[in-house]
């Protein structure tokens, strides 16, 4: 019993000392701000972590835990903005008008300002080193063609300096950030005696641990190996293109290990992957390659990076017949059973205020329009029960709603980026838009209702 209590309490401390708390002030007071941390850097497939109400004054806290040092990313209606973070530690952030916020571009990337940020932390020694070598090779730049020499001599003094400066950091998280920034920023610059192809796969690539989770290292490898299946020996190409055809996973890394800058296993697997992802094969043929890799693969994260890989190759576009997702599995009804009429998806969380506040403008269209158009809402199955005011929000739906579980298959072809987030499909499951406009006005006073009043006028002079 009191060796069952002792691991307890080292698990709890050890939790508590990972913890990581985000104090902030944004633009947006009530709604909700979502953090989510990235799977992989390959796909950059994001999982929700955290989630939290901003107040009326624009205040919100976020507190997860890690034990190791990320990327994150927080959204917060179409905005996101991002940040490093690492365990045990607090951080004060402002998300200011000035960084561009909006509600209406989708997917819109925005600046935060940190506060009191801590000299030890890793935002601020990367925000520290990037000015530096900004401002450097801004001073520099103008030797590159009057003085070739002497640029030269200026970037060597510059990384024996950067590693004077960092080379007691024991953070090697930031030690691959500075190496491979360097590497993407001053060794990609085309001068005098820049390092040849050979000298960059040594130095970056050759004998390295393969860091996926470290995003600079990632982008490094995509900007060696961009567009690498065609630079590939001609005969070399030839047999890998019948390979991966074929769905033949081990001939194809025995193909890959043959060329000069890739050599190892592990390495001409992930480059596989990195060949599907660029899109050099038809989406059936990399769908069929990718599950093999997630099922046969022996290195755990590249099973992942090919399952996150999937979600990329299976995505639905514009004009796609979309799949027949579960909607009530205990009643066996599906998507398909709404066929006949133009269908409008509603994806919300109960937990989310701007999914609440769209709830009275739906029921006014469900009202007008919902004898000719499908309105339907899912949500997730929670952990707990609503809250009162929560299940008062749902009890305010008068269309067909339908709870999933978390881990059902539905979200994942869903693939809902934040909440509220709506589809529009028409009477034969064809997707018509993704996002759909929502039922309240956009930056150009547009709503979705334009639609469902030509949908209904179109049925009422057909006599439906």
Known sequence: MKSTILVFLILLNQQLKAQIIINGFCDFPNTTISLFEIED?????????????????????????????????LRINSNFTWMYVQ????????????????????????????????????????????????????EIFVLKENQPGEFIKKIAAFKKEVNDVYSKDTSLFFRTYLKYSIGLTIDNINFISAPSEADKFNFYIKDTPILINNDKYVEYLY?????????LDQELRKLLDNSIRNYDLENCIRILKKDPYIQTEELA?????????????????SSNLLKTIYEKSNYPKHSTIAKNSLLKVDEINIGDIFPNIDLDLKNQYSLQMLKGKPIYIHCFDPKNQKSVTEISALLKLYEQYGKYIHIISVYSK??????????????????????????????????????????FLDKDLVLLAAPALSPSPNGSYETIEKTFFDIKKEATERGE
């Open 87 to 138: 365990p045990n530690s607090s951080y004060f952030i402002d998300i200011p008008q000035d960084g561009q916020i909006t509600q209406f571009k989708t997917n819109n990337e925005i600046e935060m300002v940190f506060y009191r940020l801590d000299g030890k932390d890793i935002n601020y020694k990367i925000l520290g080193f990037e000015a530096w070598m900004d401002s450097y090779l801004a």
């Open 382 to 423: 929670p952990n707990e029960d609503f809250s009162i005011s929560e299940q008062r929000s749902l009890n305010l739906i008068k269309w067909r709603k339908f709870e999933l579980k978390p881990n059902e298959k539905s979200w994942e072809i869903l693939n809902i980026p934040s909440f509220p987030y709506y589809l």
């Open 269 to 285: 697997e992930l480059i596989l992957i990195m060949i599907i992802n660029q899109g050099a094969f038809p989406p059936k043929i």
């Open 223 to 231: 900007s060696f190996y961009e567009n690498y299946y065609y630079q």
């Open 41 to 73: 850097c390959i796909t950059k497939k994001e999982k929700k972590i955290s989630e939290t109400e901003v107040d009326d004054k624009g205040n919100f806290k976020l507190i997860f835990s890690s034990n190791e040092i990320k990327k994150i990313i």
